[in-house]
């Protein structure tokens, strides 16, 4: 069956400027998960959704990002106001059950370039 | 708090040689194990997991066991194959983590015909 996906795959864009990050998990998974991997570091945790809600967000690192899963299933990340601190590779996963026990699914990543 | 620590990269090896890569963890409470695989090109894949202490996660040869004693998950395999080439995470997550993983910063793993 399909598995996560990420679009886009790569995104170039100004300081300063506004962008969003899109995710379409496994079909049926409640369970969303947003990370950002750094060059040469392992993935950081930003925010978990179960269902439609935030359930957790204390990896955002500032107000400038926001999440949304308005439906349950898609989820966007956005980005404010970017800085080139931003650019790294955002990955999403999805889990059929909430938890972190179980196995997450991961996408192939957006890579975000901030010039 | 919860933490990952991993050997740090690269490691190249030749083809058939016996792999170790060491992984020890902080944690409150009593965590689960993972080691994910990342291939070139390819997204974070699932390689084997421990949810208690003393359980051997095994996965395509790699295996790895749940120390608590010494806190450790080391992802061994006895003969690499050039397939093997990827990064690899060790992972920690549980109920006492709440809803996050914890990763370590990877290792890479270049294996040489």
């Known amino acids: 069956g399909a598995g996560v996906s990420q679009t886009p795959s790569n995104k170039v864009t100004e300081k300063g400027k506004y962008v969003e990050l899109r995710c379409d998990p496994i079909s049926g998974h409640t369970a969303l998960y947003w990370y950002r991997q750094s060059l040469g570091q392992g993935p950081e945790f930003l925010i978990y959704?179960?269902?439609?809600?935030?359930?957790?967000d204390s990896g955002l690192p500032n107000d400038r990002f926001f999440a949304v899963r308005p439906e349950g299933s898609v989820s966007t990340l956005k980005i404010q106001r970017t800085e080139r601190g931003d650019s790294a590779v955002y990955l999403c996963a999805s889990s059929s059950t909430p938890g972190s026990i179980y196995e997450q699914y991961f996408g192939p990543g957006t890579r975000l370039t901030v010039t | 708090g919860n933490s990952v620590t991993q050997m740090e990269g690269p490691v190249t090896l030749s083809e058939e040689a016996f792999l170790t890569i060491n992984c020890t963890y902080t944690a409150t409470g009593y965590p689960s194990l993972f080691w994910y695989v990342q291939y070139p090109g390819e997204g974070l894949q699932l390689l084997l997991k421990?949810?208690?202490?003393?359980d051997k996660g095994s996965n395509k040869g790699f295996e790895a066991t749940y120390r608590k004693e010494t806190t450790s998950f080391h992802l061994e395999k006895g003969s690499v194959q050039v397939s093997d080439s990827a990064v690899y995470f060790c992972a920690l997550g549980g109920p006492n983590t709440g809803n996050q993983f914890y990763f370590g910063t990877g290792t890479s793993l270049t294996v040489i015909p």
């Open positions: 421990a949810t208690k202490a003393d």
């Open positions: 959704f179960q269902g439609t809600g935030a359930a957790d």
